[in-house]
């Protein structure tokens, strides 16, 4: 069984930071992309940012300049530092990863439960 597990979500002042962590376990082959998406109320997921294994990042161009996406290979896991963080920045965010798992193969999307992060003085 695969599982992600995503941390380190909280409530932040305008202007300050937070590092979300995402680990996936389990009997994995090979993990393709790891990304990280979020939801605020009332609106649709968006795509926050990117990894492929290839290493390069990309982002909304909402956090560009602001928020820095992450892999350590070894350990499956993704992390999102987030600096300069806004209000509009307050959401639910989820990690997915992209990822085959040993007996299968095939690359399957994995979904995280979501670190809620909130962004009010």
């Known amino acids: 069984q695969v599982q992600l597990v995503e941390s380190g979500g909280g409530l932040v002042q305008p202007g300050g930071s937070l590092r979300l962590s995402c680990t996936a376990s389990g009997t994995i082959f090979s993990i393709n992309a790891m990304n990280w998406y979020r939801q605020a109320p009332g609106t649709q997921r968006e795509l926050v940012a990117s990894?492929?294994?290839?290493?390069?990042?990309n982002y909304v161009d909402s956090v560009k300049g602001r928020f820095t996406i992450s892999r350590d290979n070894a350990k499956n896991t993704v992390y999102l530092q987030m600096n300069s963080l806004k209000p509009e920045d307050t959401a639910m965010y989820y990690c997915?990863?992209?990822?085959?798992?040993?007996?299968?193969?095939?690359?399957?999307?994995?979904w995280g439960q979501g670190t809620q992060v909130t962004v009010s003085s």
């Open positions: 990894m492929y294994s290839d290493g390069v990042p």
């Open positions: 997915l990863a992209n990822l085959a798992p040993y007996g299968d193969y095939r690359y399957h999307d994995y």
